[in-house]
T-cell receptor, first 114, second 113 residues
């Protein structure tokens, strides 16, 4: 399978703990995005990488959130000191340069904060 | 402020009939629009798109219509099939926004056999 893969698919944690999600994009895609989706809502943009450079961050991304994409390949999204409001599906997507808007999404990582 | 609105949370149609999903937007700077389909436990998948310089784009059973003056777009599926049952998201892009998508809340389409 050469699609976007995310790990873990589901994470249950206690409030205050740190969690990290990993995304492996389609290998030839240089753009990588993180989105968050809560129940009854559409995906909301969190952050964008072009190769290894993080070019944009949403104001939704508080200081407790950090994302990296070392070497322009896989990406990680870390949430520190989780809160119950962080419970959501975290979606990673990748795309090719020059293709408008056609993002390839992974299956998502569902976070439940107790 | 919801810039992309899908006011119908759900839609139910009979197999073989037309499904029409609607989307309204408020940001006049949007210049590219897309529809994504999402099955349970899967990520959204790209379906069809349209540039703001066009008013129609067709791909097989799927056609997207854009009415810029009304800030409205719609997705037509003809004929509808049970496998089309999914959540459909309308999304929009502003030029120069790093291709960042702004999504609506989605419409759950159910196609009954």
């Amino acid at each position: 399978d050469t699609g976007v893969s995310q790990d873990p698919r589901h994470k249950i944690t206690k409030r205050g703990q740190n969690v990290t999600f990993r995304c492996d994009p389609i290998s030839e895609h240089n753009r990588l995005y993180w989105y968050r989706q809560t129940l009854g809502q559409g995906p909301e943009f969190l952050t964008y990488f072009q190769n290894e450079a993080q070019l944009e961050k949403s104001r939704l991304l508080s200081d407790r959130f950090s994302a990296e994409r070392p070497k322009g390949s896989f990406s990680t999204l870390e949430i520190q000191r989780t809160e119950q409001g962080d419970s959501a599906m975290y979606l990673c997507a990748s795309s090719e340069a020059g293709v408008t808007g056609e993002l390839f999404f992974g299956e998502g990582s569902r976070l439940t904060v107790l | 402020d919801q810039q992309v609105k899908q006011n119908s949370p759900s839609l139910s149609v009979q197999e073989g009939r037309i499904s029409i999903l609607n989307c309204d937007y408020t940001n006049s700077m949007f210049d590219y629009f897309l529809w994504y389909k999402k099955y349970p436990a899967e990520g959204p998948t790209f379906l069809i798109s349209i540039s703001s310089i066009k008013d129609k784009n067709e791909d097989g059973r799927f056609t997207v219509f854009l009415n810029k003056s009304a800030k409205h777009l719609s997705l037509h599926i003809v004929p509808s099939q049970p496998g089309d049952s999914a959540v459909y998201f309308c999304a929009a892009i502003t030029e120069g926004s790093n291709y960042k998508l702004t999504f609506g809340k989605g419409t759950l389409l159910t196609v009954n056999p």
